[in-house]
């Protein structure tokens, strides 16, 4: 049974640890009242009967306001030194104490989740997930070769920072503010130009901390995230596709455009150790989530990485995989929801996951007919309820329209994403369904 409650009655959620506290200052007060009844005397306490004769009305109005009162007293009194020792203790906060713990109570005992995508996708999975559970882990490739990321990577032999940079952003507990910061790019400033903020700063912690790995970890911390973003690996390491005819392409941003059809995907150099962390969270996992994100240039690159695609089929976890909204001009042009999972099928082992989850919603016809002319369509679910994956089908109207750089874009909403999920997911994380504020 779901329990929803408004947010000023956050605090009798289960484990929050605060009714035992407040049941415990009632006891003590009325054994206070009861002893200083004893204190006066039963004289005195007649006295005060007195004052009002038996049956009269004004002695019911008396007892009512005082406990009425009393009440409120009592309740106003704790929540404001509640919050003043919250201040004193770190007056940067701006969140209120009920929900600072209803976050590191409740939150932080929530089910882990382990994510692989890319792009926008799994930022919304990411958005819409943190209210569920502070237990995440964003896997990301670092593969990516275009952008203020590849001007980096080439310049400055660092590893791309742009997908982690959206993730770590996502998770941000301020995500608003920290996204306008962060994501802000230079103007008018030659050899900066177009930069994103927020890899500067990664690399300039990659370079302060002495790794990729703990800028990542000092930027998380900054942010104040909930969950963590890992590099599937440390190595430098380039995408390499082989098209239909047999032609080979290098580097994420040339393949994803090349409008020949992807035969196959490898990575150079081809064997690449994985960031053990990594392994370490899909064994320890209790939902392995793949997707949404480019099918060949976010999703298959981590399976590449040695032992990740093992790791995911052999683990205990429930595994989903979220199929994209739309396909993508060159890369899935024309494919299917069945098209994608046989491509992925040559990489994992798709019998391994449990259940997919697809879109059933539409965008409105002038929407559509604009992704239509950039050869984007959607992905049309052709994968009957009985098939060979044994997978259970979702279906679910996910979309959400927004617009970004003047286009109405559709993209998946992170409060009926992360809903679909945790209603659909098995009896761990159902208890968890209540948390959604």
């Keep these: 049974m779901k329990l929803h409650l408004p947010r000023g009655l956050r605090w009798l959620y289960p484990g929050m640890r605060i009714k035992r506290w407040v049941s415990l200052t009632v006891a003590a007060m009325g054994l206070f ?21 038996y049956g009269s009305s004004l002695r019911y109005i008396f007892i009512g306001l005082s406990l009425v009162i009393g009440t409120i007293g009592f309740g106003y009194g704790v929540h404001r030194l509640v919050r003043s020792v919250a201040k004193g ?15 590191t109570r409740i939150l932080s005992r929530g089910p882990r989740v382990v994510a692989f995508g890319g792009g926008t996708g799994l930022v919304a999975l990411l958005r819409g997930l ?3 559970t502070m237990n995440i882990t964003a896997v990301v490739t670092v593969m990516d070769d275009g952008g203020s990321s590849g001007r980096l990577r080439t310049e400055y032999d660092v590893l791309p920072a742009g997908d982690i940079r959206n993730c770590i952003l996502a998770l941000a507990e301020d995500e608003q503010r920290m ?12 050899g900066l130009e ?9 690399a300039g912690l990659e370079q302060a901390v002495g790794g990729f790995d703990r800028a990542i970890e000092e930027m998380s911390h900054l942010l104040n995230i909930r969950g963590q973003v890992l590099p599937v690996t440390l190595e430098k390491v380039h995408l390499v596709a082989e098209m239909a005819d047999g032609a080979l392409v290098k580097g994420e941003s040339t393949i994803a455009t090349d409008p020949r059809r992807i035969a196959n995907i490898s990575l ?6 994985p960031y053990e962390k990594v392994l370490t969270e899909i064994d320890c996992a209790d939902l392995i989530i793949v997707g949404p994100g480019s099918l060949f240039t976010s999703l298959i690159p981590n399976l590449l990485v040695e032992g990740i695609a093992a790791a995911i089929t052999t683990c205990r976890a429930e595994k989903f995989y979220i199929a994209n909204l739309m396909t993508q001009p060159s890369e899935t042009s024309g494919f299917s929801l069945y098209d994608h999972l046989r491509a992925l099928d040559d990489y994992i082992a798709v019998r391994s996951f449990d259940a997919v989850i697809v879109n059933t919603g539409r965008p409105a016809a002038e929407i559509s007919s604009r992704y239509q002319r950039e050869d984007a369509l959607p992905v049309v679910n052709d994968l009957p309820e009985e098939n060979e994956y044994d997978l259970q089908v979702i279906q679910r109207d996910l979309i959400e329209i927004t617009k970004i750089e003047g286009k109405l874009t559709v993209k998946h909403d992170p409060v009926k994403l992360s809903k679909v999920i945790v209603n659909s997911a098995g009896a761990f994380l159902k208890v968890c369904a209540h948390l959604n504020p």
């Design 89 to 103: 203790i770190a007056p940067s906060v701006t969140q209120k104490p009920s929900d600072i713990i209803y976050r």
């Design 33 to 53: 009242v009861f002893g200083l009844l004893a204190l006066m005397g039963r004289e005195l306490v007649r006295d005060l009967y007195r004052l009002f004769p």
């Design 194 to 202: 177009n930069h994103s903020l927020g890899n500067l700063v990664i």
């Design 268 to 273: 150079s150099p081809r064997s690449i150790p």
């Design 179 to 190: 996204s306008y910061l962060f994501q802000h790019r230079f103007r008018n400033m030659p």
């Design 130 to 132: 943190k209210e569920y």
